[in-house]
T-cell receptor
């Protein structure tokens, strides 16, 4: 079946460090891929998305490239800030029993220290 | 434009009690859904609706009921609360159930069942 696997957290980095959060997926066909972010005490919000192979989604300095050959959608940022501290969710959109549903990873908590 | 609103923000119930979690959106979205978020498990879909008068079950529907009498409102009812239903509940909406549509989330309801 369809699934999303994210690296376990928490991930703790110093400000201005390079960030990578790994996400790999299993899906039939050609799913759409998403990264959502959840700041403390808030609901989730879309960070970026990619709808076909080799697409690169980007927003707020974050990037992720849809790699079909490695079934991956890793999230990267060149220089993180304290305000990036949040939980990051990778998700895919694919058919499940003829219904289209978002399939979510477990989330990766990111802690940025000044 | 309030987006997606949820009430209450916090709730404590005793086992066997019933209650309704409220969700409303003012974006005229057709698709609405309810998720529960548990530590280490990401988001799991409870119920969803593709329009007024139409609802369907998600991954974990047992113990919950929904209805969609208007486009704006999508309440979630717990019929007889159990400790296993202790969780954070999120309502989300989007223009459609299409694969690339952004999901807009409410701020969540933290429910504790004693």
């Amino acid at each position: 079946g369809n699934s999303v696997t994210q690296m376990e957290g928490p991930v703790t980095l110093s400000e201005e460090a390079f960030l990578t959060i790994n996400c790999t997926y299993t899906a039939t066909g050609y799913p759409s891929l998403f990264w959502y972010v959840q700041y403390p005490g808030e609901g989730l919000q879309l960070l970026l998305k990619a709808t076909k192979a080799d697409d690169k989604g980007s927003n707020k300095g974050f990037e992720a490239t849809y790699r079909k050959e490695t079934t991956s959608f890793h999230l990267e940022k060149g220089s993180v800030q304290v305000s990036d501290s949040a939980v990051y969710f990778c998700a895919l959109f694919a058919p499940v029993d003829s219904n289209y549903q978002l399939i979510w990873g477990a989330g990766t908590k990111l802690i940025i220290k000044p | 434009n309030a987006g997606v609103t949820q009430t209450p923000k916090f709730q404590v119930l005793k086992t066997g009690q019933s209650m309704t979690l409220q969700c409303a959106q003012d974006m005229n979205h057709e698709y609405m859904s309810w998720y529960r978020q548990d530590p280490g498990m990401g988001l799991r879909l409870i119920h969803y609706s593709v329009g007024a008068g139409i609802t369907d079950q998600g991954e974990v529907p047992n113990g919950y009921n929904v209805s969609r009498s208007t486009t704006e409102d999508f309440p979630l009812r717990l019929l007889s609360a159990a400790p296993s239903q202790t969780s954070v509940y999120f309502c989300a909406s989007s223009w459609s159930a299409g694969g690339t549509d952004t999901q807009y989330f409410g701020p969540g309801t933290r429910l504790t069942v004693l």
